[in-house]
Structures are given as C-alpha cells and as structure tokens.
C-alpha cells in the first residue's frame, strides 16, 4: 500500500512538473493574446492576437477599447486600409526570430494610419511585450508594453 502512494505521490509531482514546464514554453513565445496599452495615458487600447506562420509574426486586432470621440474605422490609414474597420486589422507583420527579439517587422497605426518598422521581445518571464515602432534607426521610435491575457 505504501508503494502506491508513493507511486501516486511520483505521478502527481510529474504530471504537475510536466504541466508547468507547458505553461513555461508558451510564455516563451509571444504568440497568444495581448493587451495593447497606450504609452502615454496607461489605458488599454486594444486586445491583438500574434500568431505564427512560416516563421514569421503578425498581429490582429480582436477588440478594441475606444474613447467616445473615437472612431471603429482606420480613417488616416492610406489605400486599401482607408476606412477598414479597425477589428480585424493586421497591425503587426513581418516579425522575425532574431535572438531574444522578433525583428525585420512592420507596425500600423491606426490613429495615424502610419507603418512604422518594428521589433518586439518578451519580458518579465514572457507575461509582458516590448513593441518597438520607428523610423530608421530603432533609437528613433517609441516603445508600448504590452500584457499577456492568456
């Protein structure tokens, strides 16, 4: 009897290393579901799906967070994207596996209908995303951390 719970003991402690040892390999991707919050006011703006295909990142925006006055539509954008509904829109392509960072990517927007080049990397143990948007050189740009919702 004693070797059953000790075998049960063995299994639970596994199953449980196996489990977090799964959460741990999610967090270190940035696949998933984020919170996109604005660097200026701290207020959530939109929650963006990053997924993956052929190696290469990009973001869609599910829902979004507007103010009033806001409108649900890429008005500034330019050509095909102008008036687009702003749910649905591919914000983030591109992004590359470099190292610790995704990188050789591209960032819309909305607000400004602009396309900026980006890079992303995961922090605080992959809970957190640092989006960097810039023109030329990453140094002339602006940075928005994002947060995990799953």
Not at 3 to 26: E, G, N, W, Y
């Amino acid at each position: 009897m004693r070797i059953l719970k000790h075998s049960a003991v063995v299994a639970l402690t596994m199953v449980a290393a196996l489990t977090s040892s799964a959460a741990r390999a999610d967090n270190a991707s940035p696949v998933g579901l984020w919170r996109n919050v604005d660097d200026v006011s701290g207020k959530p703006r939109a929650l963006v799906r990053i997924t993956e295909a052929n190696g290469t990142l990009q973001g869609k925006i599910e829902k979004v967070f507007l103010a009033p006055n806001e409108s649900p539509t890429c008005t500034k954008c330019e050509g095909a994207l102008k008036n687009a509904p702003v749910i649905g829109l591919v914000i983030l392509s591109g992004l590359k596996e470099d190292g610790a960072e995704y990188t050789g990517g591209q960032i819309l927007d909305p607000d400004s209908g602009k396309v900026y080049s980006s890079k992303i990397h995961l922090t605080d143990g992959g809970k957190k995303l640092n989006v960097r948007g810039y023109i030329g050189v990453s140094m002339l740009g602006r940075s928005q951390m994002w947060v995990r919702q799953e």
